[in-house]
């Protein structure tokens, strides 16, 4: 273990639980390779390339944040090498002495490097915020939809992303009926790049057998960002005929032709917002006309205030707020703060999600295509730790 010690503002003894005293970093096993257990077999039959795993740097080695008060910690957790390296490196110096009740001041707090912008820069900075907001919620006892004004909803429905399964497979006609009669708000599918590339009379006979299973259920399409704007277009009519919820992501997020593929009409909702990570992207996605529907995600966008900011401004501009699934803790507490017409959705990650909470003690499952909104202090469980020391701490002196 490494340590480093920062002079810490003078403070009373009557100093609040929420004031933070050292910064730590824990080391969590890998993320496990392949489908996760439990899933249906009409899902893992239709399944293309197993979910990555370990074999994406950031699933290989992960880290949980923790944030230490008087008698109470924060948590943030999984994050990858980069961003645990970015905390400690440019934040958690500034961190002590910050009373994580205040999430108005934190972004006022003293980095000591150079890391400002960027996608890592974000996560990190979104990691913090989060944290703050556990230990907030868990010094209170107040859960942090109270924190954030109240709990509208005590369950939020998810959308079944079925990124990870292949929409060519014989069997996936069979995984969309089943999503649908499982109670799931949707479904959503990926378009691939050789799919892209065939071309719209390709996807439209790749899609409609899909389509058709799904029955009444919504159904949406992701491109991963991955389209050109002449492919995109020329899809458009595809998606139309298709009755797609909405298209997400058919070109990257920072792209300039948002605006000219919703130009383009065909009626199909555009949606975006998860690669947004920077406060000028997400006003000029929201504000700048070219899209309908807004997926913001807390781990990426600068933290959950950012999320309900963003989620607020949406509405005011008639878009509806789909989380993104990576953080789903906070994309629950965000949503169960909301009614369901700002956010009538969260995402569900079939293949990967599952994965993603084996580091919780109590891991989230959906139930009738229902998620619980926590209404107990923290944002999450605290995650199960390995029985060692921390990777690295960070304390005032």
Not at 160 to 174: C, I, K, Q, Y
Not at 221 to 237: K, T
Not at 253 to 279: I, Q
Request: glycine content about 10%; proline content about 9%.
């Amino acid at each position: 273990m490494t340590a480093l010690t920062i002079p810490a503002p003078a403070r009373t003894a009557a100093a609040a639980a929420t004031v933070i005293r050292t910064v730590r970093a824990w080391q969590l096993p890998p993320q496990p390779a392949g489908l996760p257990p439990g899933l249906p077999e009409q899902v893992t039959a239709a399944a293309g390339e197993p979910p990555a795993g370990p074999a994406w740097a950031e699933h290989r080695t992960r880290f949980a944040i923790e944030l230490v008060g008087e008698g109470v910690s924060g948590w943030q957790a999984p994050v990858g090498e980069t961003v645990a390296q970015i905390v400690t490196d440019d934040l958690a110096a500034g961190l002590i002495g910050h009373d994580a009740a205040a999430p108005r001041r934190l972004a006022y707090r003293p980095k000591t490097g150079r890391h400002r912008s960027g996608a890592h820069a974000r996560q990190a900075a979104s990691a913090v915020e989060l944290a703050c907001w556990d230990l907030a919620s868990r010094a209170a006892g107040v859960s942090v939809t109270g924190l954030l004004g109240g709990t509208i909803r005590p369950t939020v429905p998810a959308y079944a992303s079925a990124l990870g399964l292949d929409p060519a497979h014989p069997a996936a006609r069979e995984a969309a009926a089943w999503i649908t009669n499982a109670g799931f708000w949707g479904q959503k599918w990926p378009l691939t790049k050789p799919l892209i590339l065939a071309g719209p009379k390709a996807v439209a006979k790749t899609l409609g057998p899909l389509r058709e299973a799904a029955g009444e259920g919504r159904f949406m399409v992701d491109a991963l960002g991955r389209c050109r704007l002449d492919e995109a277009m020329r899809l458009l009519p595809v998606f139309a005929d298709l009755e797609v919820a909405f298209a997400e992501e058919l070109l990257p997020a920072g792209s300039w032709g948002w605006h000219r593929l919703r130009a383009a009409g065909a009626g199909v909702p555009l949606a975006a917002g998860e690669h947004a990570v920077d406060e000028a992207e997400q006003i000029r996605l929201l504000t700048g006309e070219g899209v309908d529907v807004w997926q913001v995600d807390p781990g990426w966008s600068g933290g959950l205030a950012r999320s309900l900011h963003t989620t607020e401004l949406a509405a005011d501009l008639g878009m509806a707020t789909f989380p993104h699934g990576d953080r789903l803790h906070a994309a629950l507490a965000l949503a169960g703060a909301c009614c369901r017409d700002k956010v009538p959705a969260v995402e569900w990650h079939l293949a990967l999600e599952p994965l993603r909470q084996q580091i919780f003690p109590i891991p989230l499952r959906v139930e009738g295509g229902l998620l619980p909104v926590r209404t107990t202090a923290g944002l999450a469980e605290i995650p199960v730790l390995p029985e060692r020391t921390a990777a690295w701490e960070v304390t005032g002196s």
